[in-house]
């Protein structure tokens, strides 16, 4: 079973830096991409950023510019780097991660708590 573990949320001033990491472990081969979801109290669920295998990435419009997406060396790690954010970055961040070749599956994060005051 794949297990994915966050941590790196808290809270943060308007215009202030955080930086969320997200491990997977267990047993499992081909990491086909890695990324984040959001959500906000009332709102859906909505994709913040990815990053493929060969590390192609992908933002949000309202992410770009000030949010980086990154994996670590083992590339079982993906990092989300958030810089100036905004009243409006504040959701419980997922993480995910799809894996697999014939058959892919979607994995998740338990979810960690990101609020930003102004």
């Known amino acids: 079973q794949v297990q994915l573990v966050e941590s790196g949320g808290g809270l943060v001033q308007t215009g202030g830096s955080l930086r969320l990491s997200c491990t997977a472990s267990g047993r499992f081969f081909n990491i086909i991409d890695m990324g984040w979801y959001r959500q906000a109290p009332g709102r859906e669920r909505e994709s913040v950023a990815l990053?493929?295998?060969?590390?192609?990435?992908n933002y949000a419009d309202s992410v770009k510019g000030r949010f980086i997406i990154s994996r670590g060396t083992t590339k079982t790690t993906v990092y989300l780097q958030m810089n100036g954010v905004k009243p409006e970055d504040t959701a419980v961040y997922y993480c995910?991660?799809?894996?697999?070749?014939?058959?892919?599956?979607?994995?998740w994060g338990q979810g960690t708590q990101v609020t930003v005051s102004s």
């Open positions: 995910y991660a799809r894996i697999g070749t014939l058959r892919i599956n979607t994995y």
């Open positions: 990053i493929t295998r060969d590390d192609t990435s």
